[in-house]
């Protein structure tokens, strides 16, 4: 049977078997950089077809971990090698295992030195994010969620834009930092409860005083991972300096952990704190929303316009968690695995130019759908998914939200749909600039049309964005009774502390 299987020990760190391939690479650099391509590509589309495995052998009707490994690793101190996965998880880790062979793609001419160490570090992290989203034990989860930054901070720093290694270190210290707090807190739950095994510490109840200064301390770093207002500036300069393949990445998975932590630690974990401080993260969330796109409103450059839009739409998803109801937390994971996919494909829109002209201001382009006219189909169509069209993934996920939003207050409600109309502005303004006009530029009318291997990166992202906008349910059934299971929890919890527990 299949859950018999280490799927999950398969799957995580699979990356770092293509990374022993990598590092016996042997010959002239041609040959290096040509195999070390080959040998990413296969390890990582190999890693996403067993990832599949997860997906058939899920039962939905479950609320508990499936899947589960349990070793002894540090029995001394109570720490074990635990992992598993439900239905709040999984789709984060076939997120992971499906952008990055598309992320490999993107980057196939993009990248021409240090190919082999560019790769490696690709792998890395892909083993990384996959563990981290696969761990039940605290000490192991933060191990994975810091070890993101190092081939993170490598791709932006050493394959990046002019800028990079100043992106590279703002992006680097302000995630440490944060996560520092969240270390120091961790070392307070493992005294308080006992234990690192993240399923028994969601059990345990914490004093409502403890519970307040847990929850800064994990607040410090998730906001500053989603990123929330003010703590968001590092995100537009590492994904302007960041290949496009490190943006494809960064917007479409790493900014996920920063959600994912607030649904696994502070609502289930924390929940007379995440009811206390409910209303500043709203307050903060629609300041990202309404601010971010002012900004995004002013840019010239089609990544950072990207950028700060990526802010805005993940201030829908902080609403959605705190509304600490069933639409708002399952309408902010909807989101966070809609934005996962739009916005990767976003990123690679603009790298699909960029490596043609070689810039990203807007005003460089023009007429571009009358060169590419594919092209400007599939830019068009994620446009859209970007703004909440009704039949994309993108419109089901902004519903859900607003309605948890609604049920918290009206104002919350008023205030968040505001995004809906900025962002169809800033998006909109976008592709006209791009995309329609007249040609004034020889460059801009001598681009090659788009390849077979963009085709086959776009494919997969308009597929899935189209299917859950259609069958939202094919993804909203396998997180329901995870969702309810956190809610329910954090329900309970709270009632005992206030009992006295």
Request: net charge neutral.
């Amino acid at each position: 049977m299949i859950e018999n299987w280490p799927l999950l020990t398969i799957i995580t760190f699979l990356p770092m078997i293509g990374v022993l391939f990598l590092l016996m690479i042997r010959g002239d650099e041609a040959s290096v950089t040509r195999n070390a391509r080959h040998v990413a590509l296969w390890v990582s589309g190999f890693t996403f077809i067993i990832s599949l495995a997860l997906v058939f052998g899920f039962d939905s009707t479950s609320s508990g971990y499936q899947f589960e490994e349990n070793r002894a690793w540090l029995p001394a101190v109570g720490i074990s090698y635990h992992l598993g996965v439900d239905g709040i998880s999984m789709p984060f880790i076939l997120l992971s295992t499906l952008l990055s062979p598309l992320a490999i793609l993107a980057s196939w001419k993009a990248i021409t030195h240090r190919v082999r160490e560019y790769m490696i570090a690709f792998l890395v992290l892909e083993t990384m994010m996959i563990g981290m989203f696969a761990s039940l034990d605290m000490l192991m989860f933060y191990l994975f969620f810091e070890g993101v930054l190092i081939p993170m901070f490598l791709i932006i720093g050493v394959w990046g834009g002019g800028r990079r290694v100043y992106a590279a270190f703002k992006f680097f210290l302000y995630t440490l930092l944060g996560s520092v707090l969240m270390l120091v807190c961790m070392l307070a739950m493992y005294l308080d409860a006992g234990t690192t095994d993240i399923p028994a510490l969601t059990a345990h109840s914490f004093a409502a005083g403890v519970q307040t200064w847990l929850f800064i301390g994990f607040l410090a770093s998730f906001a500053v991972k989603v990123p929330m207002w003010p703590v968001h500036t590092w995100l537009p300069d590492a994904h302007v300096e960041a290949p496009t393949a490190g943006s494809m990445i960064l917007a479409g998975v790493l900014l996920k952990m920063g959600g994912y932590g607030f649904i696994r630690f502070s609502l289930p974990m924390f929940p007379l704190a995440s009811e206390m401080f409910a209303p500043l993260i709203f307050a903060l969330s629609i300041i990202a929303i309404v601010y971010t796109s002012l900004v995004a409103l002013a840019q010239s450059d089609m990544k950072k316009l990207i950028a700060y839009s990526s802010v805005a739409h993940m201030g829908f998803v902080t609403i959605g968690i705190f509304t600490l109801t069933e639409q708002g937390v399952a309408g902010a994971m909807f989101q966070m695995i809609s934005h996962g996919l739009v916005s990767a494909a976003l990123f690679f829109c603009v790298g699909v130019v960029y490596d043609r002209l070689h810039t990203r201001d807007i005003s460089a382009y023009g007429g571009v759908a009358a060169v590419m006219p594919r092209y400007a189909v599939f830019f068009m169509f994620m446009m859209l998914a970007s703004v909440g069209l009704p039949g994309t993934s993108g419109f089901v996920g902004e519903m859900l939200v607003l309605v948890g939003a609604w049920k918290a207050s009206s104002w919350v409600a008023f205030f968040t749909a505001t995004g809906l109309v900025l962002g169809a502005t800033y998006m909109l303004w976008l592709y006209r600039r791009v995309m329609f006009g007249t040609i004034e530029s020889a460059d801009v009318g001598a681009m090659e049309r788009i390849s077979r291997r963009e085709v086959l990166i776009f494919a997969p992202l308009t597929v899935l964005v189209l299917w859950f906008g259609i069958y939202p349910a094919s993804l909203l059934d396998v997180m329901a009774n995870s969702i309810l299971a956190v809610l329910d929890n954090a329900a309970s919890g709270g009632a005992m502390v206030i009992a006295g527990r």
